[in-house]
């Protein structure tokens, strides 16, 4: 049933951290730690009241990054260079995933919150670069984060993106309304579907979802 909501979709557009890989490879805990360490060095502050704005910028601006921007000017390309510097050796190749996304008629891409370069690694760690025809990360949104939809425009504006053959993957719920808005097909990717009107799908296997599309 699901395969004629999708029979129409030429762009095939994924999130990266927790969409492409099982959130129990926990890999943003690493980020989150060097976060927390830039947070602390660059404005001074105890390890507590970083993790607190850390957190608090992510529910105010979308993404930290874009907290420490906008309150206190930060460098984004230091920011993104600093915190993207972790270990991947938690992170598996998964062929059959890599498979079902080479074989989905049209151009698949990563959009990603976090750095083009940094998802670079994370594909070629989990074997699934070759599958994407491009890589786009916040620097390519002007450091614009999801879920704002002027991020999505831009992207999508680049990559020539048509948001109505288009189907959106991504962890995070908020992150759907604006594709959703666009006229995008919609998928929640996570252990728990979330609920809202601008969640058409949800799986908590991607590889079993897009099995379902063949």
């Known amino acids: 049933m699901v395969k004629r909501h999708f029979s129409h979709v030429r762009h095939w557009v994924f ?6 890989y099982p959130p129990a490879a926990r890999l943003f805990d690493q980020i989150e ?8 060095r660059s404005l001074g502050i105890a390890r ?3 993790d607190r704005l850390r957190k608090s910028y992510w529910h105010l601006h979308g ?7 906008a309150e206190h000017k930060i460098d ?4 993104l260079e600093e915190v993207h510097d972790i270990s991947f050796d ?6 059959h995933l890599a498979e079902l ?14 750095s083009a370069p940094y998802a670079a690694q994370v594909l070629k760690a989990r074997g699934l670069d070759a599958a994407f025809d491009a890589i ?4 390519h949104a002007g450091y614009r984060p999801k879920p704002e939809a002027e991020a999505f425009r831009a992207v999508f504006a680049r990559d020539g993106t048509d948001p109505q053959t288009a189907a959106m993957f991504e962890d995070d719920p908020r992150n759907l309304a604006a594709p959703h808005a666009m006229g995008m097909r919609t998928v929640h990717v996570a252990p728990e579907r979330a609920e809202g009107g601008h969640i058409q799908h949800h799986t908590d296997d991607l590889s079993r979802f897009l099995g379902d599309l063949r």
Do not use: S
């Not at 999130?15 to 492409?20: E, I, K």
């Not at 993404?63 to 921007?69: D, Q, R, W």
């Open 136 to 139: 786009y990360g916040v620097e």
């Open 15 to 20: 999130d990266l951290d927790n969409t492409l």
């Open 101 to 114: 996304i080479g074989q989905l008629p049209g151009r698949k891409i990563v959009y990603t919150n976090g």
């Open 90 to 95: 938690v992170l598996d190749p998964d062929p």
């Open 48 to 50: 507590d009241e970083a």
């Open 63 to 69: 993404t930290t990054l874009a907290g420490l921007m």
């Open 76 to 79: 984004p390309d230091a920011y």
């Open 33 to 40: 730690r060097r976060m927390n360490d830039f947070v602390m």
